[in-house]
């Protein structure tokens, strides 16, 4: 199986604030990368798919790069809204793979 | 506009048979190019992918699952459904149905979720 690691499990940080998060895979997965956002009892939310494609609705804040290994996740500027925790899935192999999420809460 | 919605027992016993379903409305399930997928999430921990199912009853699964998953798909009722036999308090967790727009894909649309509760 490809494991996937997030880096930090969790971060503080303020309205605002440029937010990075990072996702490595233990091996090449090309730019099968997607990242959601979940927030207390929700269902996920996709917001990047293919590593940096934005999912319609999603606001351009977010953005996402990389490919291979090592990618990251952007919040350009935090909103309130934007208080919750995330999850890199790989999909390039089965079986699919998240990360064990980074939570981002109010500093 | 497609919308997943799960339904079946809350609790299960152990050694018992998980049945769920998944709903889709809004869009044909044998429209062909979605891959209708499980997913589950346990109590205040991350996602774990269960398995995948294309409309033509071809079926991807998570090994660690395998050998007690069943994932089926119903044309006729435009329904999905996951069984999981011989469950164990290990299996409590959210379950989620999800779709993939693309073998490759990520999951663009979820279902709310249903928790299962495995206890005797």
């Known amino acids: 199986d490809i494991q996937m690691t997030q880096s930090p499990s969790s971060l503080s940080a303020s309205v605002g604030d440029r937010v990075t998060i990072t996702c490595r895979a233990s091996?090449?997965?090309?730019?099968?990368l997607n990242w959601y956002q979940q927030k207390p009892g929700k269902a996920p939310k996709l917001l990047i798919y293919?590593?940096?494609s934005l999912q319609s609705g999603v606001p351009s804040r977010f953005s996402g790069s990389g490919s291979g290994i090592d990618f990251t996740l952007t919040i350009s500027s935090l909103q309130p809204e934007d208080f919750a925790t995330y999850y890199c899935?790989?999909?390039?192999?089965?079986?699919?793979?998240f990360g064990q999420g980074t939570k981002v809460d109010i500093k | 506009q497609v919308q997943l919605k799960e339904s079946g027992p809350g609790l299960v016993k152990p050694s018992q048979t998980l049945s769920l379903t998944c709903n889709v409305s809004?869009?044909?399930?044998?429209?062909?190019?979605?891959?209708w997928s499980w997913i589950r999430q346990h109590p205040g921990k991350g996602l774990e992918w269960i398995g995948y199912?294309?409309?033509?009853?071809?079926?991807h699964y998570n090994p660690s699952l395998e050998s007690r998953l069943t994932i089926s798909v119903d044309t006729s009722t435009n329904q999905f459904s996951l069984k999981l036999t011989s469950v164990t308090a290990a299996d409590t967790a959210v379950y989620y149905c999800?779709?993939?727009?693309?073998?490759?894909?990520?999951?663009?649309?979820w279902g709310q979720g249903t928790m299962v509760t495995v206890s005797s």
């Open positions: 899935q790989q999909s390039h192999s089965f079986p699919r793979t």
């Open positions: 999800a779709r993939a727009p693309g073998y490759s894909s990520g999951f663009d649309i």
């Open positions: 199912i294309y409309y033509s009853g071809s079926t």
């Open positions: 091996q090449s997965i090309r730019s099968y």
């Open positions: 293919g590593a940096s």
């Open positions: 809004g869009g044909s399930i044998s429209s062909g190019g979605y891959y």
